[in-house]
């Protein structure tokens, strides 16, 4: 839950799996007007395994519960989504 007006940071972790250990890039869709939503590194490097979800509320956004969409892709691979819930 994260107040109008206030922001909250989560962790999003890549696990590669087989073979693959190349480039994941990061992108989130799902945000609703008022919301803003950034994810820093967006695009994760051989070794690196994770970044920040920084999730920013205004105090306009309407309230109610609203489905992130957290999507990692990478070249020759089936793209991966997770989905987390904001209210």
């Keep these: ?8 940071v989560q962790s999003v972790n890549v696990t590669r799996t087989g073979s693959f250990t190349g ?3 990061l992108r989130v869709d799902g945000a609703p007007a008022g919301v803003t939503v950034d994810i820093s ?21 309407t309230v109610g519960t609203y489905t992130l969409t957290v ?13 987390l819930s904001l209210t």
Aim: charged fraction near 5%.
């Design 1 to 8: 839950t994260i107040s109008a007006g206030s922001f909250a």
């Design 23 to 25: 480039t994941v890039s």
């Design 71 to 83: 999507t990692g892709s990478a070249t020759g691979q089936s793209d991966r989504s997770a989905s």
């Design 41 to 61: 590194p967006a695009t994760l490097s051989a070794g690196q395994s994770s970044s920040d979800l920084l999730v920013s509320v205004a105090t306009s956004a």
